[in-house]
């Protein structure tokens, strides 16, 4: 069965880095793509980017510059990694994948909650 | 601000049908056909109801509908369920964004 394990929650201080993890399993990790959202208390769902099956990294011009998206096919792990970090960033941030051209994401990590406080 | 509009809040009786409307631009939904539909319970992950603006994913109730017009997609919940009540959120690709872009929510409460 198609499982996402996202690692565990964060603190951390403004102006620091973060990386969350997704461990995928269950199916042909490198013919998917996966997409990274957030959810900041109160708000909603936030499209963050994604890392195709080629291993390409996408993202949102609000994003550019502060967000890596990598993988390690070896152990079909997705990383995100947001850096000069503040208050803005609390949020829930889930992995989630998509079938090639479907435009669905079809399975989601169970969420990390990041905190940034000083 | 969120790039595609949904009405905070929709409401109705168990039993009856309710329509979640999300408005784009020619940009996204108007375009593309990479409309999807999320139902998020709070404190759990977001579950994926429509994909390409009209397609259940198998598991999904076919009490969940979605269609298309225009710069407008749609989501119908015919006899609605106190298990319906959950916050719901369209997602589109964007060209002008070149990345997909997900509506403001819409809250569902059963009566």
């Known amino acids: 069965q198609v499982q996402l394990v996202q690692s565990g929650a964060e603190v951390k201080k403004p102006g620091a880095s973060v990386t969350v993890s997704c461990t995928a399993s269950?199916?042909?990790?490198?013919?998917?793509?996966m997409h990274w959202v957030r959810q900041a208390p109160g708000q909603g769902l936030e499209y963050m980017g994604m890392i195709n099956p080629t291993g390409g990294a996408g993202y949102p011009q609000r994003f550019q510059g502060r967000l890596t998206v990598t993988r390690d096919t070896s152990t079909t792990t997705v990383y995100m990694e947001l850096s000069s970090l503040t208050s803005e960033d609390t949020a829930m941030y889930y992995c989630a994948r998509e079938a090639p051209d479907s435009g669905g994401f079809d399975f989601w990590g169970q969420g990390t909650l990041v905190t940034v406080s000083s | 601000q969120s790039a595609l509009t949904q009405a905070a809040s929709v409401s109705g009786s168990p039993g009856q049908s309710i329509t979640i409307s999300c408005t784009g631009t020619s940009s996204d939904i108007g375009t593309h056909n990479l409309v999807s539909w999320y139902q998020h319970h709070p404190g759990k992950a977001p579950k994926l109801m429509i994909y390409?603006?009209?397609r259940r994913p198998s598991g999904v109730s076919n009490r969940f509908s979605g269609s298309k017009s225009g710069n407008t997609a749609s989501l119908t919940i015919s006899g609605l369920q106190a298990e319906d009540e959950a916050d719901y959120f369209c997602c589109s690709y964007s060209s002008s964004a070149t990345s997909y872009v997900f509506g403001s929510g819409t809250k569902v409460t059963v009566l």
């Open positions: 269950g199916y042909t990790f490198t013919a998917y793509y």
């Open positions: 390409e603006a009209n």
